[in-house]
């Protein structure tokens, strides 16, 4: 083989490993942000459930979400 040849088998080479590397890290970047929207979900599904104990268990609490989901405007 020429040595022009190998020289542009290697730059061939060497670009196609940049490429895969790239794909490896865009491969743990989307699973990050996966496991990091997952993480909040449960985060909210929890702080959510808290709140709605409260509410249930505080009188006060649940009158101002009564208050507060009425239709009427006068009593706000």
Request: aromatic share 4%; proline share 4%; net charge neutral.
């Amino acid at each position: 083989m020429a040595p022009a040849d190998e020289a542009i088998q290697e730059a061939a080479a060497v670009f196609s490993m940049r490429r895969r590397e790239r794909g490896g890290r865009r491969v743990v970047q989307v699973s990050s942000t996966v496991g990091a929207i997952d993480a909040l979900r449960s985060r909210i599904k929890a702080q959510s459930k808290d709140v709605a104990t409260h509410i249930a268990a505080d009188p006060e609490a649940q009158s101002f979400i009564d208050d507060w989901t009425s239709t009427d405007p006068v009593s706000r």
